[in-house]
T-cell receptor
């Protein structure tokens, strides 16, 4: 069966520090991968998606970037965090055939 | 632009009091509508996928229905453990030709014993 791992679960970082959140999927090949951010009262906002290694599409211009160095690994990064980067970050995967997405347990990021 | 609107924003029910959550959408060529349940501090958990108007899906006390403009999540005789935020999403096709999910803001359901 397929599983998705996302870490860390919580993170407190000072303004201006770098960020690296990692997500890995097991039990599937060539998944579509997604990074979402969830802010209170705003729902899930799609940040990045990837259909293959090295292929990244950005939905919202911002202080973040994403990379996919391996087929089942998706990384969310920032060189310098802003207070506005605080939020709940979720990684998700789905098969190439249009089906439901499955989410990781999320990372609560607080920038102080 | 694809839009998903969920109502009400919050709903408080007594245990056993049935009700419905609404998800209205605007999308160019619907290719799937998805319902998720999210507990506080957790990632969304998949519940249902609906693909065409008239389709219905059931799981325990939950039933999802779909029309050409909206979807309903019916909750029959809810229990306190049904308390959660319920999210609706539609599948959108980007200019790139790839599909992504556009989510509503969710309905926060609280079921009191």
């Amino acid at each position: 069966s397929q599983t998705i791992h996302q870490w860390p679960a919580t993170l407190v970082q000072p303004v201006g520090s770098p960020l690296s959140l990692e997500c890995t999927v097991e039990g599937t090949s060539n998944p579509n991968l997604y990074w979402y951010r969830q802010a209170a009262g705003r729902g899930l906002q799609l940040l990045f998606y990837s259909v293959g290694i090295g292929q990244i599409s950005s939905e919202v211009p911002q202080n973040l970037s994403a990379s996919r160095p391996q087929d089942r690994q998706f990384i969310l990064s920032s060189k310098k965090l802003l207070l506005s980067d605080s939020g709940f970050y979720l990684c998700a995967w789905r098969d190439r055939v249009d089906t439901e997405a499955f989410f990781g347990q999320g990372t609560r990021l607080t920038v102080v | 632009e694809d839009q998903v609107t969920q109502s009400p924003e919050a709903l408080r029910l007594q245990e056993g009091e049935s009700s419905s959550l609404n998800c209205s959408y605007t999308v160019s060529g619907l290719r799937g509508l998805f319902w998720y349940r999210q507990d506080p501090g957790k990632g969304p958990e998949f519940l249902f996928t609906l693909y065409s108007a008239g389709e219905e899906k059931e799981k325990e006390r939950l039933k999802a229905t779909l029309t050409k403009k909206e979807s309903f999540l019916h909750i029959t005789a809810p229990k306190p453990e049904d308390s959660a935020t319920y999210l609706c999403a539609v599948q959108a096709i980007r200019d790139s030709g790839y599909s992504t999910l556009t989510f509503g803001k969710g309905t926060m359901l609280l079921v009191s014993p």
